[in-house]
């Protein structure tokens, strides 16, 4: 049996989860981090993409926003724009958004407007794939 650690996931709308879990994927600004109970201290700022919860007998995905992830004494505190589960997200505005998005970046412009499109991209990336669509 795996170790386990507290986990916490909380927008600025609403916590979207809170109990312990036995491991956690977390997008983060230089990609993906894995966190196990026992995990060295850590402060970290993350990106839109798909977050991984693993529990005893099932896993949950879900897409979340950008924010910040904290692990210290055997908890995690992940703090994010957003957090959606594959039947909370409507998959066609997300593809209507992407396929904007895209757009928008076809076009030139300096990096400073770019990557505000960056992460909407990374958002609307995230949800199709935890909706399960494309």
Do not use: W
Request: charged share 30%; proline share 5%.
């Amino acid at each position: 049996m795996a170790k386990r650690f507290h986990f916490e996931i909380i927008t600025p709308e609403r916590p979207r989860y809170n109990g312990d879990i036995e491991a956690v994927t977390v997008p983060g600004s230089e990609g993906q981090m894995g966190l196990l109970a026992e995990h060295a201290a850590i402060l970290a700022l993350t990106e839109p993409g798909v977050l991984t919860v693993r529990m005893p007998g099932k896993e949950m995905r879900m897409a979340v926003g950008g924010g910040f992830v904290k692990m210290s004494n055997n908890r995690c505190v992940c703090l994010v724009d957003f957090a959606e589960t594959a039947d909370e997200i409507n998959a066609e505005k997300a593809r209507a958004e992407r396929i904007a998005v895209e757009r928008e970046l076809a076009h030139p412009m300096a990096l400073e407007q770019r990557e505000p499109l960056r992460l909407r991209l990374k958002e609307q990336l995230a949800r199709l794939e935890v909706a399960g669509a494309k």
